[in-house]
């Protein structure tokens, strides 16, 4: 009877120290605090009238901005599947800007990308009405393609899918998911362990 009780107690608190675990795992996993947009030239559905000198992107903090804007893009299109500018983006603390080029009147939508300071890339799109108050407004042609930026950047063509993350920010996000895994495995190792091992003294024990 009493050899029962000790294997119960061995058993229930093995249980504990992979509860135990469990709660360490999630406070050692780190906090994936994506950007997100709070601002933006132009509005999500607005009607421009007159030509701004750039169209932004801003979100809630800081970007992580390794070079030359690799991962970053800002896009304008039309109904018609035509891009609108040169596709260069300049980024700057929390957001990214490029300089604004519109065609004929009608609704356009913006796609746009940042990389979060967690090596995240977050991306999204809106869209927005071209109605020029002046007939004399500058107009572009556009074109089939996405922007390169002068032949600076490899610009996703397809207009469904996001231009692809930069493989340092996935590396870095690999990283850190790996050493949480490796420290999570360590733990629960030792655990299960120290389960056994009370477990196997419980078995030893005569009873009485």
Same mark, same amino acid.
């Given at each position: ?13 093995g249980?504990?120290?992979?509860? &135990?675990?469990? /709660?360490?795992?999630?406070?050692s /996993?780190p906090?994936?605090? =994506? ?8 509005? +999500?559905?607005? %009607? ?5 000198q750039?169209?932004?992107? @801003? %979100? ?12 970053? +893009?800002?896009?304008? *299109? ?22 604004? +080029? ?17 090596? =995240? ?28 930026? =002068?032949?600076?950047? *490899? ?6 899918? %996001?231009p692809?993350?930069? &493989?340092?920010?996935? &590396? /870095? ?9 490796? @420290?999570?495995? +360590? ?16 078995? *030893?024990?005569?009873?009485?």
């Amino acid at each position: 009877m009493r050899r029962a009780l000790t294997a119960k107690r061995a058993l229930f608190g093995g249980l504990a120290l992979l509860v &135990a675990c469990g /709660a360490l795992l999630t406070v050692s /996993a780190p906090a994936q605090a =994506h950007n997100y947009l709070v601002q933006s030239t132009p509005k +999500a559905g607005e %009607t421009l009238t007159v030509l701004p000198q750039k169209f932004s992107v @801003i %979100t809630n903090d800081l970007l992580l901005n390794i070079g030359k804007g690799a991962g970053f +893009a800002l896009q304008v *299109k039309d109904a018609n599947g035509l891009y609108y500018g040169d596709g260069c983006v300049t980024v700057d603390g929390p957001g990214i800007s490029t300089d604004a +080029a519109l065609g004929k009147p009608g609704t356009y939508e913006v796609i746009w990308q940042v990389i979060s300071t967690d090596g =995240h890339p977050v991306s999204d799109n809106f869209t927005f009405t071209w109605a020029p108050s002046s007939p004399d407004a500058v107009v572009s042609t556009g074109s089939k393609t996405a922007p390169d930026c =002068h032949g600076t950047l *490899k610009p996703n063509g397809d207009a469904n899918e %996001t231009p692809a993350p930069d &493989a340092r920010a996935q &590396a /870095a996000d690999s990283d850190d998911t790996g050493a949480v895994l490796w @420290i999570g495995g +360590a733990v629960i190792a030792v655990g299960l362990a120290v389960g056994v091992t009370l477990l196997l003294a419980g078995r *030893k024990k005569k009873p009485e």
